[in-house]
């Protein structure tokens, strides 16, 4: 079975453009996560999506910041206009639904994002 | 918010030694989570610990959920070069929710 899968795995990008993060989860995974790590600081909770729908977005910093994902398939994150705070490694974790006990969060290998 | 306490920030042992971490909140959960991170992947996680006082081995990994609910450790034992890596902690107080994470502990081992 294939893990949660991000791309790109690296982006470095400078202050004012555009980008966009990918996350595509273990497929059959209703519940799909954004974190962000920035460096030497814990990592950080920014959404929750429950198929297609966001269940819990209290951790995006701002407006600047946008997550879809259309289908409940595999979700987007889009940074626009990227600002120097926003470097660091975005990860995206997946879980099955949760009826019937604990499901705990797998984790992609993070995008690192680095604005210059 | 809740935060994580995670301690010590780094460790610097020897193969072979024994290593403790833990993490203190000022608040409750109700489930505590151990991860650890290799370079260039993501977090994996080795332990998972539901209930008040429950005492979990994976291995050479131990790890307790503490009485209070406020706290966690974690052991590895006999070190090997391989347990390199940054281990954090995490809080959880409903399934399906967000995961609260410790600042995490930076692992290094000498052989």
């Known amino acids: 079975e294939a893990g949660v899968t991000q791309f790109p795995s690296h982006s470095v990008i400078e202050k004012g453009q555009t980008v966009t993060l990918r996350c595509d989860p273990i497929?059959?995974?209703?519940?799909l996560y954004w974190y962000r790590r920035v460096m030497g600081k814990e990592i950080k909770f920014l959404l929750h999506?429950?198929?297609?729908?966001?269940?819990?977005e209290s951790g995006m910093p701002n407006n600047r910041f946008l997550a879809e994902r259309t289908g409940g398939t595999y979700s987007t994150l889009k940074v626009q206009p990227a600002e120097l705070e926003d470097s660091g490694v975005y990860f995206c974790?997946?879980?099955?639904?949760?009826?019937?006990?604990?499901?705990?969060?797998?984790f992609g290998p993070g995008t690192r994002l680095t604005v210059t | 918010g809740q935060q994580l306490n995670q301690s010590p920030q780094s460790m610097f042992i020897q193969e072979g030694e024994d290593v403790s971490m833990n993490c203190t909140s000022s608040?409750?959960?109700?489930?505590w989570l151990w991860y650890k991170q290799d370079p260039g992947e993501g977090p994996v996680l080795l332990i998972a610990?539901?209930?008040?006082?429950e005492l979990t081995s994976n291995g050479r990994l131990t790890a307790q959920f503490g009485i209070t609910r406020k706290d966690s450790f974690l052991n590895i034992s006999a070190s090997i070069p391989s347990d390199v890596g940054i281990y954090f902690c995490?809080?959880?107080?409903?399934?399906?929710?967000?995961?609260?994470f410790g600042k995490g502990t930076t692992l290094s081992v000498s052989s």
């Open positions: 610990l539901y209930k008040a006082g």
């Open positions: 999506f429950v198929k297609e729908s966001k269940q819990d």
């Open positions: 608040s409750i959960f109700n489930t």
């Open positions: 995490a809080g959880r107080n409903q399934a399906g929710t967000a995961l609260i």
């Open positions: 974790a997946s879980s099955p639904y949760l009826g019937g006990g604990a499901h705990e969060q797998y």
């Open positions: 497929s059959g995974h209703d519940n």
